[in-house]
């Protein structure tokens, strides 16, 4: 392979995916339908039950909503869609620049509640290429934010290719304690070491969750549950420290919010959905921070 290529083309998928599960937090029946999308088109949620008002939901920072807790994107017509990060998160670990994503209610289905399912059915329809060349966004100059507790760069980055990330977490139940993890974000990598990864969460928020209405389709099949130092999951974990690589799965999810492919480093301590958006809004108001180039 030549090192001074051209550019990478955009890609988007060959042929229409289709998946069903149930919504996380409706506890509703939820499918969602992937499609080709045209060059340019970026990515893009629809809801086919809004017939009303079918107008696309761009998957971009200025259209999240809500990033309590999973991320929710509203467009102007007030159409929504929620829990989103896991979709988008296998979207941009595969590269894929111009899709359209169907659903058929306000929510994605949570699936296993790691992006296998959605990086499976992706790669099964298969990757198009393009007419026109891809282009990134690179970081030039450092963004810095701060959260209480939490905090996250973006960073220009020592790769020239591709999104290095930092990431890591602080739990006080020792079935989680301190994890880190560092890695190249690569398609290769992002399959292997972080789409299989599954969301978690504590046995003693399930029901004060429950009570508010949200988590109503939570259950072992989609989520780790944590209890006091043990993993109630009888299957166990998938990776010894499978905590900190689905929080870096959240932060890529998130991060595909850019709409491009991003060329620099992305360091997250604790990080949440609200954290990153916030970085994201950040890094936008900052426009000497970065620019946008071929890939
Ligand atoms: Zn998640």
Request: aromatic share 6%; with cysteine; proline share 7%.
């Amino acid at each position: 392979m030549f090192t001074f290529m051209s550019a990478r083309p955009q890609r988007t998928i060959a042929a229409p995916a289709r998946l069903e599960g149930v919504g996380v937090h409706s506890g509703l029946r939820a499918t969602i339908v992937f499609r080709p999308a045209a060059e340019g088109t970026g990515v893009r949620f629809v809801r086919a039950d809004r017939r009303h008002a079918p107008g696309p939901i761009p998957a971009r920072v200025e259209a999240v909503a809500d990033a309590r807790l999973g991320t929710t994107l509203r467009s102007p017509d007030g159409a929504e869609a929620a829990t989103v990060e896991h979709v988008l998160a296998a979207v941009f670990g595969l590269g894929i620049d111009n899709l359209e994503i169907v659903l058929e209610g306000p929510e994605a289905p949570i699936m296993d509640g790691s992006a296998r399912p959605y990086a499976e059915a992706l790669l099964a329809s298969g990757l198009h290429d393009q007419a026109v060349p891809a282009e990134a966004i690179e970081i030039v100059q450092p963004v810095f934010l701060e959260q209480a507790d939490r905090r996250a760069a973006l960073l220009p980055g020592a790769q020239s290719e591709a999104l290095e990330l930092s990431v890591g977490i602080v739990f006080d139940d020792p079935a989680i304690g301190t994890q880190s993890l560092e890695l190249l974000l690569t398609p290769e990598v992002f399959l292997t070491e972080i789409a299989p990864a599954r969301t978690f969460g504590y046995l003693r928020d399930w029901a004060p969750m429950q009570r508010q209405g949200r988590g109503l389709g939570s259950s072992l099949e989609n989520s780790i549950v944590i209890d006091a130092g043990r993993v109630l999951n009888q299957e166990g974990l998938r990776f010894p420290d499978e905590f900190v690589r689905h929080k870096a799965l959240d932060l890529i999810g998130d991060l595909a919010l850019l709409g491009a492919p991003i060329i620099g480093r992305c360091e997250a301590q604790r990080p949440g959905h609200a954290l990153t958006t916030a970085l994201m809004q950040a890094m936008l108001a900052q426009p000497h921070c970065w620019r946008r180039r071929p890939l």
